[in-house]
Every structure is written in structure tokens, then in C-alpha cells.
């Protein structure tokens, strides 16, 4: 007969903290002894590394410098790295960092903290010490690491250890590992924001703080300095261009024989820097390998494309760091960790990467085109390739990644139906209880919870007005406006944009109306097409305006409409009270309708050829996975719902 002991009396509704930490707070007290670890649910033991235990908790009582241990660091071996290219490359970086990476920080940097891993605790040290886990709210996302924090704070000492290790199975899908890297990315942003930092910062010697900074909050600053410094580089060559001071500057260069002027306007990006991220990944081979066996492991990576997803991975940092510093308000996103390596719907990839990465990666594009049709290049087409080369890379490394490493990403049936899936998603109009899986509408409003601040509306605003400068610089260049330089240029410019904002409501008007009342809007939508096209009639006779100003025009206009959409929604409450929100949703409808159009063309042209589907399957998946996909395929036929 089972006997209760004692029992504890759980809080009822209110929620203290986060609920993994909460959880691991409350489980100590079910424990005995003086030694506590920590094994997440994605880790396994080995029968012959359980027997080195003892000799492992005998280091609590060895010398490991002023103090005594409290945390105890083991290393992991990871051994999910054969299922395909994306649990390698995961697999590899996390080796690296649990094996070369945590040596040094243990020792001699002293500045290893707590990550996660199977570590052993002094369990009297840290029950009265505020537990394991950090569990406030929000700020404590990372709840691992404070841990580690709130050890060395309080006069603990943390060491790691080589001779024994816990397996531990990693993410092997691109949306699983998107989403831990968002986790850990906003983590790292609410840690900045933290009082721990703070003082740890003010506690360390110089050494051990600049240390301790370029290990945790500093890498993820200086990915996203590395992001930001590429905008800079395409915003600032942009502004050359339109404005022609960069025209201008290069002939008096030459009439002077400034050599050295010259050379700083034609810098060139000739290397992607996302690659530089897998630097300790290539030490850690060199270490565990020798050097051969890690050439030839970092080339067998390069031809399955891994300098594509570690850009990939920038984006992903960049995004969630940054908005977090932001808006601050990062989640708790639970990745699953699960065996997951199946074909992933197109709406599903938009959803998760539309704001992190299909935007920017536009953004980028728009950018690079405006320099290519007015920019000035002495040296020509091989002059801006080599300017331009790396910037193309990273855009399209992020626009299409998620479909790259898509298990039949480029199978025409799943194809067709991601397509149909997405149209029915994208339409949806969804209501009360619509989750953003379901309905665009949902989603969308999901996107925006970020914003809740009044800080955070004038940041989103501030950072938005960066898209009006494609606007101001094209008109200026266009062929109607003549010799003209004068202001009233721009002004006309945003009277067009206006008259297009209504015709756009004019033709996507949709309220329930009387069967009268649609005769009559239908007689005005007709009218409205007819004027247009007789307006752009008689500009193109009695005016410049040519084929090429019509195109231009849509670089100008496309990105001022996002940037006044985005402004628009930060201001949420204000557009509700002007009534003017239903406008706002329907032109952010009718952008990401663009953006997924966009994307989804190439997939799908590429789809068109049943080669390029099997040689990403070759190359992207095991051999055994390879083989099943293409059994399920068969035995699929023409029925795309089943299937992989």
C-alpha cells in the first residue's frame, strides 16, 4: 500500500513564474542527499557512464582553486548528427561548444555558468540559495544560465569535466532550431536587460568581465553589429547613388589622383561573415579529429550548404536579440526536440520567418537592385558583383533556407498543395478563438502583441522611417520629372501614391451591401479601372514618362507603403479610433500576399524539374531517410496528402 509521507500545497491560478523553472524549484525538495542533477528530457545516460558517478561527485571535495565546487560541468555527447545535414550541423556546433568551448570558460577563464547541461549540483548550496532555477517572469527566459548567475554571486565556484558524459539529442529540424535559437536569442536580450549581469559585471576583474561579456550577451551583440553593419554599408551606398554625391566624388577622385578616396568608394564585401560563426566549430574538429579529418568534414559541409544555414542562423539571432532589447517581452518557446524531420507546409515556414527574415531579405534585395540601376561603377558589372556579392548571399540565404532544408521542398505535388494550403490561410478571415495556424487575420495580430509601449511604438516608428528615402530618391531620377529639382516633385509623388491607396480600397471594397448598392459599385470599381488606365495614357503621351519610370516608380512606392503600414501598426489604437484599421489589415494583407508570391515562384519553377527534388534529398538527408521518402513517394501516386 502506497503511504503518503507529506504532501505540498501547489498555488492555485496565479502563475509565480515560468513553468519549467517553477517546476524544477519545486521538484528539489522531493530530492535527498547532498549532490542533484539536472538531465533534460532530451538526454540519455549510458550504462558505463553512470559508473564513473561516484568518481565525479569525489570532485566536490578536490581542489579546484579558492573555494569548493558547486557545480559540477559535464560534457555531452550529441548523437543526433546523422539523420541529415541540419542535425550535423547542430550537432558539430554544440560539440564544440561542450567540449573546447565550456573547457575554457571553466578553466582558465572561470566564467563557464550553468547552459542546460546534465551538470551535477551541490544541492545544499542552492536550496538555500534560491533554488536551481531562476523563475521570475519573463526576464529570467534563460533560466539555466541565471542559475549559473546566481552561483557565482553568491560565492559559488562552477568547473567542468571531461571524463564523463550524458547523450543528448538535438534539433534536427530547421524550424525546431529556429525556434531554440529564438529562445536563446531573446534570453540573451532579457539578460542584458537583468540586474545579474549588472553585477556580475561589477563584481569581475577586467579580465574575467570581458570574459565573461564575450561569451554571453556580447556574442549575440556583436551578430547583430555584424547584421546592422550590412544595412549600413547598402543604406550608405544607396544614398550614394541617389543623391549622386558618389558620382561626383569619384571624378574629382580621378581629376586629383586620389587613389586612396577611390578605393575607400569601391569597398567590396567579398565574404559572407555568417561563415566566421562556425569558427569554433572548425577548432573543435582540428582538437578532436586532427587536422585532415577536419578539412575533409568541413568541405563534405560546405557542399551540404552549411555556410546557407549558418547565415540562415544570423538572421535568426539578430532578429529576436534585437526586438527583445526593443520591446523586451521574449517567450518561452518549446521546441519539442522531438524526431521530427518531415516535409513542412509553405504557410507554416511564412509564418514562423515572415518578420525575422522574409522582410529583411527583401529589404536587402530592394536595396541592391536601387544601387545596381543608379549606382555609379567605374569597374562596371565585375565591380558590382564584387560589392554585392556577399549582401545577395545572405538575402537569398534568407528568403529561401527554409525551403532549401524542407524534406520534398521541390516535389511538385506537395508544391501544389502548400499552395492551395496557403491561398486558404492567407483568405481565412478567421474570428473569436482563430488561431494564427488557421487565419492570416490571427496571425497578424499575433505578430503585433510585441508592441505594447509607448517606447516601443516611437522605436518601431523611428526605425520605420528608413523607407521613405527610396521614395524621396527615385522620383528624383525618373525621366517625367525632367531637369526639375524642385520639392514639388516629391509632393506630386506622394498624390499618386494616395490616388493608388484608393483605388486599391475601391477595388478590394467587400462590406455586405444591397444587390443595388454592388450594381452601383461595381458601375464605380469600372469607372475608377477606366480613368486610371486613361490617366496613364495621357501622362505617357503628353509627358517623359516612360516604361522604365513605371517600374522605378514601383521601387519607390512599394517601400513607403510598407513603411507607412508599419508605422500604422505600431500606432494601433490610434488607427482604431480613426477608424482606419480595416484599411491598414487589408494592405498588409495584399504586401504579405506579394512577399509570399515572391518566394513561392522560384520553389515552384525549380518544382517543375523532378531532378533538383532528388539531388536535395541526396544531399540534405541520411541515406536511410533518403531511401524512405522516396518508397513514401511511390507509394503516394498522384494523392498529395499522404506522404512524408
Known sequence: MPQEIYSVKLPGNPKLGEGKPENQNHAVIFTRGNALQTIDMNQDNYFEEALKMRNLLEEFHSDHGLRPPTILGVREHVFTGSVSSLASFMSNQETSFVTLGQRVLANPLKVRMHYGHPDVFDRIFHITRGGISKASRVINISEDI???????????????????????????????????????????????????????????????????????????????????????????????????????????????????????????????????????????????????????????????????????????????????????????????????????????????????????????????????????????????????????????????????????????????????????????????????????????????????SLGSRIAETILSLRFFIFQYGIVYKLHVKGTSTSLTVYGISWIVLAVLIVLFKVFTFSQKISVNFQLLLRFIQGLSLLLALAGLAVAVILTDLSLPDIFAAMLAFIPTGWGILSIATAWKPVMKKLGLWKSVRSIARLYDAGMGMVIFVPIAFFSWFPFVSTFQTRLMFNQAFSRGLEISLILAGNNPNTGI
Open 146 to 452: 541565471f542559475s549559473g548567475f546566481n552561483s557565482t554571486l553568491r560565492q559559488g565556484n562552477v568547473t567542468h569535466h571531461e571524463y564523463i558524459q550524458v547523450g543528448k539529442g538535438r534539433d534536427v529540424g530547421l524550424n525546431q532550431i529556429a525556434l531554440f535559437e529564438g529562445k536563446v536569442s531573446g534570453g540573451n536580450g532579457e539578460q542584458v536587460l537583468s540586474r545579474d549581469v549588472y553585477r556580475l559585471g561589477q563584481l569581475f576583474d577586467f579580465f574575467r568581465m570581458m570574459s565573461f561579456y564575450f561569451t554571453t550577451v556580447g556574442y549575440y551583440f556583436c551578430t547583430m553589429l555584424t547584421v546592422l553593419t550590412v544595412y549600413a554599408f547598402l543604406y550608405g551606398k544607396t544614398y550614394l547613388a541617389l543623391s549622386g554625391v558618389g558620382e561626383t566624388i569619384e571624378e574629382r577622385a580621378k581629376i586629383t589622383k586620389n587613389t586612396a578616396l577611390s578605393a575607400a568608394l569601391n569597398t567590396q564585401f567579398l565574404f559572407q561573415i555568417g561563415i566566421f560563426t562556425a569558427v569554433p566549430m572548425i577548432l573543435g574538429f582540428i582538437l578532436e579529429q586532427g587536422f585532415l579529418r577536419a578539412i575533409v568534414s568541413f568541405v563534405t559541409m560546405q557542399f551540404q550548404l552549411c555556410t546557407v544555414f549558418f547565415t540562415f542562423s544570423l538572421g535568426t539571432r539578430t532578429h529576436y536579440f534585437g526586438r527583445t532589447i526593443l520591446h523586451g517581452g521574449a517567450r518561452y518557446q518549446a521546441t519539442g526536440r522531438g524526431f521530427v524531420v518531415r516535409h513542412i507546409k509553405f504557410s507554416e515556414n511564412y509564418r514562423l520567418y515572415s518578420r525575422s527574415h522574409f522582410v529583411k531579405g527583401l529589404e536587402v534585395v530592394l536595396l541592391l537592385i536601387v544601387y545596381l540601376a543608379y549606382g555609379y561603377n567605374e569597374g562596371g558589372a565585375l565591380s558590382y558583383i564584387l560589392l554585392s556579392i556577399s549582401s545577395w548571399f545572405m538575402a537569398l540565404s534568407w528568403l529561401f533556407a527554409p525551403y532549401l532544408f524542407n524534406p520534398s521542398g521541390f516535389e511538385w505535388q506537395k508544391v501544389v498543395e502548400d499552395f492551395r494550403d496557403w491561398t486558404n490561410w492567407l483568405l481565412y478571415r478567421g474570428g473569436i478563438g482563430v488561431k494564427g495556424e488557421e487565419s492570416w487575420e490571427a496571425w497578424w495580430e499575433e505578430e503585433l502583441a510585441h508592441i505594447r
